[in-house]
């Protein structure tokens, strides 16, 4: 399976980077989750857990940025490829005082994407482990090709 992953570094994202569920909207009927929400929340656990292992805080789910994440999952997976939205917007929108943001395609479920994709990146693995992020949103969205397409946003408030 052919797998990309994109980078918004860390440095240029720190020009300024309501809580609810990692995976909230992403319910079908009677409350089942769907497979991009299960998708979401097996990368949202991995991301937890790799920070808590480098002995650090979780990240904490924020509803603006999952609403950023799911936008930018959406559009990448309409055009069939990754590309980084513009954290300005996000910045502004979600009132935070630094984010940062990982993308990336084709890994079949959201602890891989993590943990064999984000964390063997040395860009990714700096935005998952930064001490400054304190919140994240993470959606995952299914292309036309039938490859994932993955944004993970972090940010910490003003």
């Not at 937890?48 to 789910?61: D, F, I, S, V, Y």
């Not at 990754?82 to 959201?110: M, W």
Request: charged share 20%; with cysteine; net charge positive.
């Amino acid at each position: 399976m052919r797998r990309a992953l994109a980078l918004l570094a860390t440095a240029a994202v720190l020009v300024g980077t309501g809580a609810g569920s990692a995976d909230a909207g992403a319910r079908g009927p009677a409350g089942a989750r769907s497979a991009a929400g299960t998708y979401a929340q097996q990368a949202f656990t991995a991301t937890n857990a790799n920070r808590t292992h480098n002995g650090l805080k979780a990240l904490k789910p924020n509803d603006c940025l999952k609403r950023a994440a799911v936008q930018q999952a959406k559009a990448m997976a309409a055009r069939e490829e990754i590309f980084h939205q513009d954290l300005g917007a996000v910045l502004r929108k979600c009132k935070l005082s630094t984010a940062g943001e990982n993308v990336a395609y084709g890994y079949p479920t959201g602890k891989s994407v993590v943990n064999d994709g984000w964390m063997n990146s040395e860009g990714h693995r700096a935005n998952i482990l930064n001490p400054a992020f304190k919140l994240m949103g993470i959606a995952a969205r299914k292309g036309h090709d039938g490859s994932w397409y993955v944004s993970q946003v972090f940010g910490r408030k003003s």
